[in-house]
């Protein structure tokens, strides 16, 4: 009852609820506050970690490091890491990615314990650059960088994009690693090779861009890399510190022009490369290791992070370094040195600054932490610059959906993984890829029923994988029923008696080589002696045959005497499981060429690097151009 004109207790009671609403902060918004958080929670949100094996007990050996169990699935000692420690991401490898269900459950469970801990989600990223850097055992792999780089069409490697972005969304992966913009320019490089598109910076800045567009569109944050550039190196900084001597003009004109490109197409993340740039900063520390000056690689140099990449090229997304374990930063500068100098430098997440497998590795991970917290309390970091920086990562969380719930479903990643869509795509991109180097009347080769077909590989996993070919084109209707017989040529360093016969008996050969690095074309190595013994015995045979370069396309010099050669521009194989599952990932380069080699498919690529001819110790002369980039006899 309403008396004397007062407001009614119901409508007083919601009154006072509302105004109390509009207090509060909108839901969620709190924990998600750098201003809210303290130093070392600022610190965590800036680190990515990895898990990719576990052991109860303490392990500091090298070797028994590697051996140790897979980390597959979730258990209460890796549970309570991240309950305690809530680092801002976290990486997985193909230790943890070994099934679809098993990788799904293994995010969910990542993510559950930061969450429940009251912690923002983090971003979950792997490398999952496509072709010869694919982590995830089941799902398409596509060709790779340089197959796209071959094929030369914007439209494909957005294609190549999207397909790995649905896959590493559906999963629960809010990142990849990927695309290399790293143009690959030095034919000596030890790392990078077919992960780059190509050796033209305008082309590589084109199919990056595309290919960033591409995951983008599937569901992911692409995180292109290594800035400013790892193409022209001769030393992979997994292992050492690389050094590039070029000048500002040949990096401004060269290496920058791709991640300029992507910065214009509104990328968000940049990883870094360990390299050192003397042209963009000479400033010098001491190694740690050696006692010797040497130039601050690009992952600590402030030069090269905020005054060139933020300040003069306009970037404004989150920089990330490259993983800090690896021996260029790690053996100078030691893991909690090297995050104060990456955070000084103005970057914004560190990945992997200390491996973590065991219980001793979390306590040097903290011991890195604590030296972070120690270089705020003296001023050497500052607390504004720490939450400048989480506001970045938050950003970018916010703005691709990380921090809402996920609507991912199992069953739904299952349809998507591998599906019959996917697998169209890859064999399509890696078909278009394969470049005819040379035919000399050898391309298609056409086979009877009942003729014998000889298979020659460096490796078993890539036999299997030339078998699987075969097999699924007689299947197909698209190659006569043939008897097939199979050669693995490693560590051989003659054409032995049994593959003399093998070739003796064959009506057609194909066989691969499979050379991983400039290091292996010099003489008395099995990998580039092989393939050489090998098509001369087939010359003298006369038969129909065809060599698949598979890895390094700079063995193309050495096969001058191949009457049929052609590059595919990916390495990986196939093991038993994905040739009798079609779930399984597999590198769809090899069975792409022996497509071409029958006359199944039309090979449209061209080479995508220069070939250069070789002296009689094998050394590459970069001033005899072979075949030059754009090349095809097709």
Same mark, same amino acid.
């Given at each position: 009852?309403?008396?004397?004109?007062?407001?009614?207790?119901?409508?007083?009671?919601?009154?006072?609820?509302?105004?109390?609403?509009?207090?509060?902060?909108?839901?969620?918004?709190?924990?998600?506050?750098?201003?809210?958080?303290?130093?070392?929670?600022?610190?965590?949100?800036?680190?990515?970690?990895?898990?990719?094996?576990?052991?109860?007990?303490?392990?500091?050996?090298?070797?028994?490091?590697?051996?140790?169990?897979?980390?597959?699935?979730?258990? @209460?000692?890796?549970?309570?890491?991240?309950?305690?420690?809530?680092?801002?991401?976290?990486?997985?490898?193909?230790?943890?990615?070994?099934?679809?269900?098993?990788?799904?459950?293994?995010?969910?469970?990542?993510?559950?314990?930061?969450?429940?801990?009251?912690?923002?989600?983090?971003?979950?990223? +792997?490398?999952? $650059?496509?072709?010869?850097?694919?982590?995830?055992?089941?799902?398409?792999?596509?060709?790779?960088?340089?197959?796209?780089?071959?094929?030369?069409?914007?439209?494909?490697?957005?294609?190549?994009?999207?397909?790995?972005?649905?896959?590493?969304?559906?999963?629960?992966?809010?990142?990849? /690693?990927?695309?290399?913009?790293?143009?690959?320019?030095?034919?000596?490089? =030890?790392?990078?090779?077919?992960?780059?598109?190509?050796?033209?910076?305008?082309?590589?800045?084109?199919?990056?861009?595309?290919?960033?567009?591409?995951?983008?569109?599937?569901?992911?944050?692409?995180?292109?890399?290594?800035?400013?550039?790892?193409?022209?190196?001769?030393?992979?900084?997994?292992?050492?510190?690389?050094?590039?001597?070029?000048?500002?003009?040949?990096?401004?004109?060269?290496?920058?022009?791709?991640?300029?490109?992507?910065?214009?197409?509104?990328?968000?993340?940049?990883?870094?490369?360990?390299?050192?740039?003397?042209?963009?900063?000479?400033?010098?520390?001491?190694?740690?290791?050696?006692?010797?000056?040497?130039?601050?690689?690009?992952?600590?140099?402030?030069?090269?992070?905020?005054?060139?990449? %933020?300040?003069?090229?306009?970037?404004?997304?989150?920089?990330?370094?490259?993983?800090?374990?690896?021996?260029?930063?790690?053996?100078?500068?030691?893991?909690? $040195?090297?995050?104060?100098?990456?955070? @000084?430098?103005?970057?914004?997440?560190?990945?992997?600054?200390?491996?973590?497998?065991?219980?001793?590795?979390?306590?040097?991970?903290? $011991?890195?932490?604590?030296?972070?917290?120690?270089?705020?309390?003296?001023?050497?970091?500052?607390?504004?610059?720490?939450?400048?920086?989480?506001?970045?990562?938050?950003?970018?969380?916010?703005?691709?959906?990380?921090?809402?719930?996920?609507?991912?479903?199992?069953?739904?990643?299952?349809?998507?993984?591998?599906?019959?869509?996917?697998?169209?795509?890859? %064999?399509?991109?890696?078909?278009?890829?394969?470049?005819?180097?040379?035919?000399?009347?050898?391309?298609?080769?056409?086979?009877?029923?009942?003729?014998?077909?000889?298979?020659?590989?460096?490796?078993?996993?890539?036999?299997?994988?030339?078998?699987?070919? +075969?097999?699924?084109?007689?299947?197909?209707?698209?190659?006569?029923?043939?008897?097939?017989?199979?050669?693995?040529?490693?560590? /051989?360093?003659?054409?032995?008696?049994?593959?003399?016969?093998?070739?003796?008996?064959?009506?057609?050969?194909?066989?691969?080589?499979?050379?991983?690095?400039?290091?292996?074309?010099? =003489?008395?190595?099995?990998?580039?002696?092989?393939?050489?013994?090998?098509?001369?015995?087939?010359?003298?045979?006369?038969?129909?045959?065809?060599? +698949?370069?598979?890895?390094?396309?700079?063995?193309?010099?050495?096969?001058?005497?191949?009457?049929?050669?052609?590059?595919?521009?990916? =390495?990986?194989?196939?093991?038993?499981?994905?040739?009798?599952?079609?779930?399984?990932?597999?590198?769809?380069?090899?069975?792409?060429?022996?497509?071409?080699?029958?006359?199944?498919?039309?090979?449209?690529?061209?080479?995508?690097?220069?070939?250069?001819?070789?002296?009689?110790?094998? $050394?590459?002369?970069?001033?005899? +151009?072979?075949?030059?980039?754009?090349?095809?006899?097709?």
């Amino acid at each position: 009852m309403i008396t004397n004109g007062a407001i009614p207790m119901t409508k007083h009671i919601s009154l006072l609820l509302v105004m109390a609403l509009l207090l509060l902060p909108a839901v969620g918004k709190a924990e998600n506050d750098p201003s809210t958080m303290t130093v070392r929670q600022l610190i965590l949100q800036k680190t990515m970690v990895s898990v990719r094996r576990w052991s109860e007990t303490d392990v500091t050996d090298k070797e028994e490091r590697k051996n140790l169990p897979d980390l597959t699935e979730m258990n @209460e000692s890796v549970r309570a890491f991240f309950a305690e420690y809530q680092p801002g991401g976290v990486i997985l490898f193909a230790n943890n990615t070994r099934s679809t269900e098993g990788t799904y459950r293994l995010i969910q469970a990542f993510q559950s314990a930061v969450t429940d801990a009251g912690a923002p989600a983090m971003l979950v990223t +792997v490398d999952q $650059e496509g072709g010869y850097v694919t982590r995830l055992a089941q799902g398409t792999s596509m060709p790779g960088n340089m197959a796209l780089g071959a094929i030369g069409k914007v439209e494909d490697a957005k294609a190549a994009g999207a397909v790995i972005g649905e896959e590493l969304s559906a999963l629960g992966f809010t990142m990849d /690693c990927g695309p290399s913009l790293d143009v690959n320019n030095n034919p000596l490089n =030890p790392v990078i090779n077919v992960r780059s598109f190509g050796e033209s910076p305008s082309k590589v800045a084109e199919l990056g861009v595309a290919f960033m567009q591409g995951l983008t569109d599937g569901g992911v944050i692409p995180i292109v890399k290594h800035f400013p550039g790892h193409g022209d190196t001769q030393t992979d900084s997994h292992s050492a510190l690389p050094v590039v001597t070029k000048t500002l003009e040949e990096i401004e004109s060269t290496e920058l022009v791709p991640f300029q490109a992507a910065i214009d197409a509104g990328v968000q993340v940049i990883m870094t490369a360990h390299i050192q740039y003397p042209a963009l900063d000479d400033t010098t520390a001491v190694s740690a290791s050696t006692g010797e000056a040497i130039y601050l690689p690009a992952t600590l140099s402030k030069q090269i992070l905020t005054h060139l990449l %933020r300040e003069k090229m306009g970037f404004e997304g989150v920089i990330m370094t490259d993983a800090m374990n690896m021996d260029a930063i790690a053996l100078h500068f030691g893991a909690g $040195e090297a995050m104060v100098r990456a955070f @000084e430098a103005g970057v914004d997440l560190a990945l992997m600054p200390v491996e973590i497998v065991c219980p001793g590795d979390i306590a040097l991970f903290n $011991e890195a932490v604590g030296r972070v917290e120690a270089a705020v309390e003296s001023g050497r970091l500052t607390r504004a610059q720490l939450e400048a920086s989480v506001r970045r990562i938050m950003k970018v969380k916010e703005e691709n959906g990380v921090l809402k719930p996920s609507q991912r479903t199992l069953e739904a990643a299952r349809q998507t993984i591998a599906s019959e869509e996917h697998r169209q795509t890859e %064999r399509r991109l890696a078909c278009a890829a394969v470049t005819v180097i040379a035919n000399d009347d050898m391309l298609p080769i056409r086979l009877k029923e009942g003729d014998k077909l000889l298979l020659i590989a460096a490796y078993g996993n890539e036999l299997t994988s030339m078998r699987f070919a +075969v097999e699924r084109l007689m299947k197909e209707g698209k190659l006569p029923a043939v008897e097939l017989e199979t050669y693995s040529y490693q560590s /051989c360093t003659a054409v032995e008696s049994e593959l003399q016969m093998l070739i003796d008996s064959a009506d057609a050969v194909v066989l691969d080589s499979e050379i991983s690095s400039v290091a292996r074309l010099a =003489p008395d190595n099995w990998q580039s002696d092989m393939p050489v013994f090998i098509v001369d015995a087939l010359n003298k045979r006369g038969i129909p045959y065809c060599d +698949v370069s598979m890895h390094l396309v700079q063995d193309a010099a050495l096969l001058t005497q191949a009457r049929g050669l052609v590059a595919a521009y990916n =390495p990986s194989g196939m093991s038993d499981t994905a040739s009798t599952d079609s779930s399984y990932a597999y590198g769809p380069n090899l069975p792409a060429a022996i497509d071409v080699i029958f006359g199944a498919g039309q090979a449209q690529g061209t080479l995508p690097v220069t070939v250069y001819a070789l002296n009689e110790l094998r $050394e590459i002369q970069l001033d005899q +151009v072979l075949y030059p980039c754009g090349w095809s006899c097709r």
